[in-house]
């Protein structure tokens, strides 16, 4: 296959341009920075990856690229939960996943030949939060910023349909893969500080980063994956669970709590992402029959931790 990424400089994004290359498909990087990108990718190690330099939310030369290309993941978008929602930030978590997805299906439209699948991420933010209600792929949409911004995601990947394009969206949990969240978790824990961050009530609907990129393989790759999926484990745990099991990994104490006021003083508005969770189940992706790598939150931190 030729698969174009946005986003593929990132957590995720980098680990599936080394699982194409793994097995000998080839990647269309499209980045803001293609400097950057060529140290990530170098073309001694990642012959097949090709790069192309874009602006996310304007049309331009860049789309022309996807002419030829079998599939489209689109992973771009502003960082959430690093730093405080300025009305700025706001603006640029908001205009880089609606306007940068509708870039990608005007892309997708002027192709010739078309990529047949979009595989585009959204988050389960999209539920709202929620520390009693379970919610699948059916349950309705919830409030606050962070479900309007995946609403507006979600709408913009939906005109891929009337392409005939085949559409999967993935509403990902908390990845968790050794840097992205669990890296500014770990240190507490081997200071002997590591706790429960807020009251812990709170759900942590998570997914180990090779579950995740192994679901977005199988939904370029199967036809018959097609609509909206959980990407999140079977087995979601809240935030106290969470920390106990960090401290039983980790062989260190978990009782130190993080008072939820020390985040929003640094977070603001953004320590909702941590602060509240939801339990999310990943209904229909069981359906199809995904076989999980990491289904309990313990083998995936042991993984994470000491492979
Ligand atoms: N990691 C998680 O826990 C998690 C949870 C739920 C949902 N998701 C979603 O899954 C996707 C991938 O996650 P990730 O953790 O791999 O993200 P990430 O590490 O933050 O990387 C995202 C990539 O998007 C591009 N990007 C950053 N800011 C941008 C902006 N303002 N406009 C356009 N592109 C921008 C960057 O690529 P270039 O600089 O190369 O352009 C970056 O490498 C994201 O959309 C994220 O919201 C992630």
């Known amino acids: 296959m030729k698969v174009a990424i946005t986003g593929a400089t990132g957590f995720v994004g980098s680990r599936l341009v080394e699982r194409l290359h793994e097995s000998g ?16 990718f170098p073309s001694s190690t990642f012959p097949n990856v090709e790069i192309v330099a874009y602006t996310p939310t304007e049309s331009g030369e860049w789309q022309k690229s996807l002419s030829g290309c079998d599939g489209v993941v689109n992973l771009a978008g502003e960082p959430l ?18 306007i940068g997805t509708q870039r990608i299906v005007e892309a997708i439209s002027q192709a010739n030949p078309k990529p047949t699948v979009l595989v585009s991420t959204s988050a389960i933010g999209y539920y709202g939060t929620s520390e009693t209600a379970t919610f699948d792929e059916s349950s309705a949409t919830g409030e606050g910023f962070l479900a309007e911004v995946c609403q ?30 669990i890296a500014k978790m770990i240190p507490p824990f081997k200071l002997f500080a590591g706790g429960p961050i807020g009251s812990g009530r709170q759900w942590f609907s998570w997914i180990h980063r090779e579950d995740l990129v192994n679901l977005i393989l199988a939904s370029l790759r199967r036809s018959d994956i097609e ?10 745990v809240r935030m106290s669970d ?16 993080v008072p939820g006021f020390a985040l929003e003083v640094l977070l603001g508005d953004a320590a909702v992402v941590v602060l509240e969770g939801q339990e999310v189940v990943p209904k229909r992706t069981l359906q199809f029959g995904f076989e999980y790598q990491y289904p309990n939150l313990k083998s995936a931190l042991e993984n994470i931790l000491f492979s």
Do not use: C
């Open 242 to 257: 969470f920390s106990h099991t960090m401290g039983q990994v980790l062989k260190r104490p978990s009782w130190l709590p």
């Open 227 to 236: 609509g909206v999926y959980n990407a999140t484990a079977p087995n979601p």
């Open 81 to 98: 939960a690093e730093g405080r929602w300025t009305p700025e930030r706001k603006q640029a978590i908001m205009d880089s996943r609606k």
């Open 152 to 181: 507006a995601w979600e709408a913009q990947a939906q005109k891929a349909k009337d392409l005939g394009v085949r559409l999967v969206i993935l509403r990902v949990g908390i990845v968790l893969g050794m840097g992205g969240a």
């Open 25 to 40: 498909d080839r990647v269309l990087v499209l980045t803001r920075n293609p400097e950057r990108a060529k140290r990530v």
